[in-house]
């Protein structure tokens, strides 16, 4: 069983930066796929940005190029930098974690996850 702890969201303004950590306790998490998740007000969950075991990337179209997420399996945490937000950037954030991927394996359904944090918020002003 793994638990996963986001921080590090805030209220900044637009063209700043923000990085959000995950915390994993329970098991390590370098078998994992991970993901960070948002949900902006009145929207479903969607993905904003995925990473495989073996350090494969994808990042949803409107975070391309401004957001960055990494990990570091040695101190189990899950990082995004995000940078040049916007107010469209607001929303709730969680990340998440599969277990049992293989290499290069991404993943973007929310199905496709199986731990998930509480969540931190980002809000985002003009």
């Known amino acids: 069983q793994v638990s996963l702890a986001e921080s590090g969201g805030g209220s900044v303004q637009a063209g700043m930066s923000l990085r959000l950590s995950c915390a994993a306790s329970g098991a390590s998490i370098s078998g994992f796929c991970l993901a960070w998740f948002r949900q902006k007000p009145g929207n479903e969950l969607e993905i904003a940005a995925t990473?495989?075991?073996?350090?494969?990337?994808f990042y949803e179209e409107s975070v391309n190029g401004r957001f960055i997420i990494s990990r570091d399996n040695a101190k189990y945490t899950l990082s995004l930098h995000m940078n040049s937000l916007n107010p469209e950037d607001t929303a709730m954030f969680y990340c998440?974690?599969?277990?049992?991927?293989?290499?290069?394996?991404?993943?973007?359904?929310?199905?496709?996850?199986?731990?998930w944090g509480k969540g931190t918020q980002v809000t985002v002003s003009s």
């Open positions: 990473l495989s075991r073996g350090g494969s990337t």
């Open positions: 998440a974690a599969r277990p049992g991927c293989g290499p290069e394996a991404i993943f973007t359904p929310r199905s496709s996850y199986d731990f």
